[in-house]
Structures are given as structure tokens and as C-alpha cells.
């Protein structure tokens, strides 16, 4: 007779919810949207072009060709260190506010309202954790567009700065901050609540096995597919504001209401396909990056949602009475 074999229990780094928890998720959320921002720069950098001076950059193919010929590829990748900087502290809030927001609003809930109105939740944690990553991300965010769109303005951040300070004083650094508000929060709801639908469909619809029983390989594969369709979504939910967040860091003595009447309907969506084609790519890596760097750490990593059992025996009563 042959001996039965036990499943090997996973041994993790950290307790989930646990405050190394939320700190790993910090430094994962840190390291994935840092990274993966600064390099998709030359694409951002096109994509803002072609929203402040279209006429100059009329196209994809154009905007890379004249912005090369003007400075070559340092020209290319202006503006990536506040890209790094910026995009490492608001990926370190976003995703462990996410995570921390999220388990204390089920907590609040309660198990089986959680589960119910699961959506609504991941709207609303994704909200709150954008709302306080966006005041650390707006600083940067003002000079990495100031540097992109500003002919003959300098490339140094250390530089930048000081004379953005010197010259218009510290609100030119957060100026953006609503209109920055109105392009992140749609864009980070979108990203988390589609994200964790899609996988969960994928798990049930198009997955050949249950999600325990896959390889982490397999996993990470429908993380980055996942992500990959919520950043197709969120570009086209947040591109209108991210237009004028890029006129409005170029142009500081503008208002939201004359550039959107100076841009019209048709303006505001200039650039959407290669936002589409960046924020698509972005988005996948980003959860790729995020979830491989759980897997390395050994932290916890839940299923997607799952029913509960008290609610599971409430349904089966439900059908049993029928």
C-alpha cells in the first residue's frame, strides 16, 4: 500500500494585512509603476507632444521623427527622471493603499456584502489609495511636462526645479493636482476594479485549470492578460483629462474651462491611440511586475473572490426550497 501524500504548505514571508504586508506592497507597487513608466518615456513624451502642438506633431511616426532630428534620443527620454521619481512614490501609494483600503472596507462590509458588491468596493478602494498617491505624483508630474513640452527647456530635474520654485512659486507644482485627480482616479478605479473582474473570468472562462493548480508561470501569464485588457479600458476612460493636464502644465496661466473650449470635443481625444498603445502595455507590465515581485518576496497572494461558504449554504437552501 502506498504512502499518502500531504500537500506541501506554502510558506510565506509575512502575515496578510499584516504590516509587512502592506509595506512589501508598497515597495512591489514602488518598483512596478516606477519602472515600467520611465520605460514607455519616449512614448509619453510623443503622446504629450501631440496634445500641446499638434500642428508640429502631427502623427505617431512624426512626432518621433522630428522630436529625434531636434536632439536625437536624449531628446527621446526627456523628462524620465521625474518620471521615476514621481511614478515610484505614486505606485508605492497606489498599490498598498489599494490593498489597504480594500481590506478595510471588507471589513466594514462584511464578508458576504464584500463579496456581493465586490465592485463597488474595488471602486471605491482604488479611489481613496489614488486620491493620496496623486499629491506625492502631481510635483513631478508638473515638471516632467514642463521639461517635455517647453522647447529648450532643461533635461535635469535638479535644475528644473529649483527654477520652477524660483520663478512661479510652490503652487505651480500642484496647479495640476485637480485636473491630475480627474485623470488618475477614473484611470485607477478602472484599473483595479477591471483588472480584478477580467481575472477572475479568466480563472472560470478560459483557464483549463483552477488557479491552485496552475504554475506561477501560469498565473503571471493571465496577470500581465488581465492587466493588459483593464489598460486598454482605463486609457480611453482617462485620456480626455490626461490631455488637459498636459496643456495645463505647459500653458500655466491657462484654465481647464479655456483649454477645453480651445480643444474642443475632437481635441481632447488627440493622442488616444498611442495613450491606448501605452497605457495597454504599461498597465500589463505593471501587474506582471507587481505580482512577480509577490512571488518573489513569498508573500501571501489570495485567489480573486471567491463566494463565501455562509453564502454558498444560503444559495443552496434557496435552491433546495424551490
Not at 506625492?136 to 528644473?160: C, D, H, I, N
Amino acid at each position: 500500500m502506498g504512502k499518502l501524500e500531504l500537500p506541501v504548505r506554502e510558506e510565506f514571508s509575512c502575515k496578510i494585512h499584516s504590516n509587512k504586508f502592506f509595506i512589501l506592497c508598497g515597495v512591489g507597487g514602488m518598483v512596478a509603476c516606477g519602472t515600467t513608466h520611465t520605460f514607455v518615456t519616449p512614448l509619453d513624451l510623443i503622446k504629450c507632444r501631440i496634445q500641446v502642438d499638434p500642428a508640429k506633431y502631427k502623427s505617431i511616426f512624426t512626432g518621433f521623427v522630428v522630436s529625434f532630428k531636434e536632439g536625437g534620443f536624449p531628446n527621446l527620454v526627456k523628462g524620465w527622471a521625474p518620471t521615476l521619481f514621481g511614478y515610484s512614490m505614486q505606485g508605492a501609494g497606489k498599490f498598498a493603499g489599494y490593498e489597504y483600503f480594500k481590506y478595510r472596507y471588507s471589513n466594514i462590509v462584511g464578508e458576504e456584502k464584500a463579496y456581493i458588491y465586490r465592485t463597488s468596493l474595488y471602486l471605491a478602494a482604488a479611489a481613496s489609495a489614488e486620491f493620496i498617491a496623486d499629491i506625492f505624483l502631481a510635483p513631478m508630474e508638473a515638471v516632467k511636462v514642463r521639461m517635455q513640452t517647453t522647447p529648450g527647456y532643461t533635461s535635469q530635474l535638479r535644475k528644473a526645479m529649483p527654477h520652477m520654485l524660483a520663478t512661479e512659486g510652490i503652487g505651480t507644482f500642484y496647479k495640476g493636482l485637480t485636473p491630475l485627480w480627474s485623470r488618475q482616479i477614473p484611470y485607477t478605479m478602472m484599473k483595479f476594479a477591471s483588472f480584478e473582474r477580467v481575472l477572475e473570468l479568466l480563472y472560470k472562462n478560459v483557464s483549463p485549470k483552477p488557479r491552485e493548480k496552475c504554475s506561477k508561470s501560469e498565473q503571471l501569464v493571465l496577470t500581465f492578460t488581465a492587466g493588459y485588457i483593464a489598460g486598454v479600458l482605463c486609457a480611453i476612460v482617462s485620456h480626455p483629462a490626461d490631455t488637459v493636464v498636459s496643456k495645463l502644465n505647459k500653458e500655466p496661466g491657462s484654465s481647464i474651462g479655456g483649454i477645453l473650449k480651445d480643444l474642443g470635443f475632437v481635441g481632447i481625444w488627440r493622442g488616444l491611440v498611442l495613450r491606448i498603445i501605452m497605457i495597454g502595455t504599461l498597465t500589463g507590465l505593471q501587474w506582471f511586475v507587481y505580482d512577480a515581485f509577490k512571488v518573489y518576496t513569498k508573500m501571501p497572494r489570495p485567489p480573486p473572490a471567491e463566494m463565501p461558504l455562509s453564502l454558498r449554504m444560503k444559495e443552496a437552501m434557496k435552491g433546495g426550497k424551490k
